[in-house]
């Protein structure tokens, strides 16, 4: 399985970003997946989680209200939509995969992570 996230940029406090991670070399729709951040001397943060057939969704607290996850499985890519970005989201995304049939959840173990997208808000 790999995983190539995409997307990322510099952007001004209040705009907008979407992510985009493609998932190559198995099928897609056996997936969940989700997104982590990870700042500068900060540990690894989860930010949100979708199941496989993209309808159970997870986000963390401190993204809830301002990013949404989606799956296209037709497409077998994985977006999240990020509103309203602050400073503090500045970070480098990664995108990650799990095969299972379960639900999304902030605890999912994911199996497979990709090489990260930066994000930089500027104040």
């Known amino acids: 399985v790999q995983l190539q996230a995409s997307g990322g940029g510099s952007v001004q406090a209040g705009d907008s970003l979407r992510l985009s991670c493609a998932l190559s070399g198995r099928a897609f729709t056996a997936y969940a997946m989700g997104w982590s951040r990870q700042a500068p001397r900060k540990e690894r943060e989860f930010v949100a989680a979708i199941n496989a057939n993209g309808i159970s969704t997870a986000y963390g607290d401190s993204v809830k209200g301002r990013f949404t996850v989606s799956k296209d499985n037709g497409k077998s890519r994985l977006y999240l939509q990020m509103n309203s970005l602050k400073p503090e989201d500045t970070a480098v995304y990664y995108c990650?995969?799990?095969?299972?049939?379960?639900?999304?959840?902030?605890?999912?173990?994911?199996?497979?992570w990709g090489r990260g997208t930066l994000v930089t808000v500027s104040s």
């Open positions: 990650a995969a799990l095969q299972t049939g379960a639900g999304a959840s902030p605890n999912m173990k994911f199996d497979y």
